[in-house]
């Protein structure tokens, strides 16, 4: 069982940056892929980026050279991703949720809120 909480949402102006953190509490959590996915109002829920377990990155096209995913690497019990967000626009509102995906089975977060206004 994976225990996911995230943090670090909120009301930021366009062009602002916001970082979102995901604490993971857990067993082997370095085998697991961390992913972030977002959904806006009406829409599906969407995949933003991936930190792979081996540590690469990928990420969406629509958030490529402005977000940026990491993780620490404290503890395999106890690991927290970010997703630092910078440049930020209107069409990046949503709530975003993190996700760690593994042969263990897959974790959800409860999802933050980030809104991008003026």
């Known amino acids: 069982q994976v225990q996911l909480v995230e943090s670090g949402g909120g009301l930021v102006q366009p062009g602002g940056s916001l970082r979102l953190s995901c604490a993971a509490s857990?067993?082997?959590?370095?085998?697991?892929?961390i992913n972030w996915y977002r959904q806006a109002p009406g829409n599906q829920r969407e995949f933003v980026a991936v930190?792979?377990?081996?540590?690469?990155?990928?990420?969406?096209e629509f958030v490529k050279g402005r977000f940026t995913v990491s993780r620490d690497n404290a503890e395999n019990a106890k690991i927290t991703s970010y997703l630092q967000m910078n440049n930020l626009k209107p069409e990046d509102t949503a709530v975003y949720y993190c996700?760690?995906?593994?042969?263990?089975?897959?974790?959800w977060g409860q999802g933050t809120q980030v809104t991008v206004s003026s």
């Open positions: 996700n760690f995906y593994g042969w263990r089975g897959t974790y």
């Open positions: 930190f792979a377990s081996g540590g690469s990155t990928n990420y969406a």
């Open positions: 857990g067993r082997d959590l370095n085998t697991y892929n």
